[in-house]
Every structure is written in structure tokens, then in C-alpha cells.
């Protein structure tokens, strides 16, 4: 089984930053696809940023040149810094990831638990 396990959101000022973490774990072959989604209350999730195996990146316009996504493949874990803060990115923020288990097996979506990010004074 494969987990995805996310750590730093919380309570910020406008303007502020933060860093999350997602490390995978489990029976894991290789990871394709990362990516950041986020979930603001009465929205649907929405993709935030995605990185591929080789670094290409890919981001939403309401966040292009404030966050940055990057990944360590030795460590299965992505990242997001978030910069520049705005109250607008409040949301419940999630990693996906796309887990080869098997060299053979088509990669599968796995999900994070997700973590709160509230961008407030």
C-alpha cells in the first residue's frame, strides 16, 4: 500500500509565506506525476501546480510567480513553497501523486490526507 503524507500548512498573515511537504512511502516502483490541489469550502478542488518525473512544471494562473513546486525523487516527496500569500489561497491544500507499484503495472492516483491553509490577519 502507498501513503501520502502532507505536513506544513497553517495560519498565516497576507502576505506570508509557506512550505508544504508531501512524502510518499509504501510499495513504491517509481512516481510519475506530482501535483498540489486545493479545496476552498463551497468550491470544487481545483489543480494548484504539478511537476513531472523530469521537472517540467505546470501552474494555475491565480498562482503563477507567487508558489513554486519542486520534488525529490530520492525522497518521493514534492514541495510548494507558497509566497506572497493571499486570503483567496485559504483552502484545504492535498498531494497526488501518480505510484508505479509494479515495473510492469500502469502508475495509479494516490491521495493525501490534506492540510489546512488559512490566510488571514
Known amino acids: 500500500q502507498v501513503q501520502l503524507v502532507e505536513s506544513g500548512g497553517g495560519l498565516v498573515q497576507p502576505g506570508g509565506s509557506l512550505r508544504l511537504s508531501c512524502a510518499a512511502s509504501?510499495?513504491?516502483?517509481?512516481?510519475?506525476?506530482m501535483g498540489w490541489y486545493r479545496q476552498a469550502p463551497g468550491k470544487q478542488r481545483e489543480l494548484v501546480a504539478a511537476?513531472?518525473?523530469?521537472?517540467?512544471?505546470n501552474y494555475a494562473d491565480s498562482v503563477k510567480g507567487r508558489f513554486t513546486i519542486s520534488r525529490d525523487n530520492a525522497k518521493n516527496t514534492v514541495y510548494l513553497q507558497m509566497n506572497n500569500l493571499k486570503p483567496e489561497d485559504t483552502a484545504v491544500y492535498y498531494c497526488?501523486?501518480?505510484?508505479?507499484?509494479?515495473?510492469?503495472?500502469?502508475?495509479?492516483?494516490?491521495w493525501g490526507q490534506g492540510t489546512q491553509v488559512t490566510v488571514s490577519s
Open positions: 509504501g510499495s513504491i516502483f517509481s512516481i510519475n506525476d
Open positions: 511537476i513531472t518525473r523530469g521537472s517540467s512544471t
Open positions: 497526488n501523486a501518480a505510484v508505479v507499484i509494479q515495473w510492469w503495472s500502469p502508475s495509479k492516483d494516490y
